[in-house]
């Protein structure tokens, strides 16, 4: 009987999490924290699960236009956002 018991704590205690485990934020929502970077209207957003310096982020990027900007010049914004704790990472502007 105490054979049985040490197992059954065994396996309860290698089931538990060390402690919290954070889960990712979703792709719409690195989108919503790194739309506050962008100061123009996006043509189009695009945001691809990547590693920025063995970090896990979501690299979001806009491109768009200025208002008032001539037609063949783009405004281009990346954005990349920990996948974890939703933190901008970087920001580029070109």
Do not use: K, N
């Amino acid at each position: 009987m105490l054979h049985y018991g040490i197992t059954v704590l065994l396996l309860a205690a290698v089931s538990c999490p060390a402690g919290p485990v954070e889960s990712e934020i979703t792709r719409e929502e690195a989108i919503v924290i790194a739309r506050r970077e962008a100061s123009f209207e996006p043509d189009s957003v695009e945001a691809v699960m990547a590693t920025s310096e063995g970090r896990a982020v979501w690299r979001v990027t806009f491109r768009g236009r200025l208002p008032g900007q001539p037609p063949g010049l783009l405004e281009t914004v990346i954005v990349e956002v920990d996948r974890r704790g939703g933190r901008i990472v970087s920001i580029s502007r070109t």
